[in-house]
């Protein structure tokens, strides 16, 4: 379209631009993104949890070098680009890229951005102190709001179930495991140390032998958060409740 472009503000005795091409992008099949192609829209990507900051991260790079690196604001990135870098030859969209950028992106959120973030993932009518220890606890470990929304089932909703393998996990623990757990947990509230030091004193147990049936039995999971600040987002009470039916 450029040539027609040029004849018509010729033609009109107009002043013409400086054009610049970006290059074509491409998806990892190595053909032109469209809809036909399955690529997705702005709003898509938005309804799905991406965050602006990882979508503009990731479009900085596309078809343009830079010596920036890193994670940069919209300011950055306007004083970092240099149309003599963009590439001659087609770029490519890829969606694992992307999603490193969007984990940092997630990472890098205050409280605030966080909850506007998240706050379709929290249960109504949760207190800003609950919402504040819960996002402290789980923001380190998402990508997605999906993900925070699996975690505030766990933290807030009813004991997760447990499947064979897990609940045999647990079981082995043993009864005294759990009423130290639970005796603690009746005491202390949600304080890990002290729910960690009861089981130690009444088991000898250290290591993963003491920590993984302690949060299988709180989370359902063997893996997540740290345990500590999950913990205190609980509400009062839940630990002692899920602690308390193994014993």
């Known amino acids: 379209n450029t040539p027609r472009q040029l004849l018509i503000l010729a033609a009109l005795n107009l002043p013409a631009p400086e054009y610049g091409h970006v290059s074509l992008i491409v998806g990892p ?10 690529a997705a829209s702005v709003r898509d990507y938005r309804e799905r949890g991406y965050l602006p900051q990882a979508l503009t991260n990731h479009l900085f790079r596309l078809g343009h070098s830079s010596s920036e690196q890193g994670f940069l604001s919209i300011e950055a990135m306007a004083r970092a680009f240099d149309p003599r870098h963009l590439g001659r030859s087609p770029a490519r969209f890829d969606e694992a890229q992307l999603d490193v950028w969007q984990k ?25 102190a609950a919402a ?9 470990n998402i990508v997605f709001p ?15 179930a447990l499947d064979a393998t897990d609940e045999q996990l647990v079981r082995s ?3 005294n495991y ?3 757990a639970a005796d603690a947990a009746a005491i202390s509230g949600e304080d890990l140390p002290s729910i960690v030091a009861a089981i130690r004193t009444a088991t000898g147990r250290k290591g993963a032998d003491l920590y993984r049936p302690l949060r299988v039995a709180l989370t359902g999971r063997t893996h997540g958060p740290e345990l500590a600040p999950l913990l205190k987002a609980m ?13």
């Open 29 to 38: 099949d190595g053909a032109p993104l469209s809809k036909r192609h399955g």
């Open 104 to 128: 940092e992106a997630a990472h890098r959120l205050d409280f605030a951005q966080a909850f506007e973030w998240l706050k379709e993932t929290l249960p109504p009518h949760l207190d800003a």
């Open 132 to 140: 504040h220890a819960f996002i402290d606890a789980v923001l380190p």
């Open 146 to 160: 999906a993900q925070a929304k699996a975690w505030a089932d766990i933290v807030f909703g009813a004991p997760p």
């Open 173 to 175: 623990a043993g009864v």
């Open 178 to 180: 759990f009423s130290a």
């Open 235 to 247: 509400p009062p009470g839940k630990a002692y409740e899920r602690l308390a039916r193994f014993a």
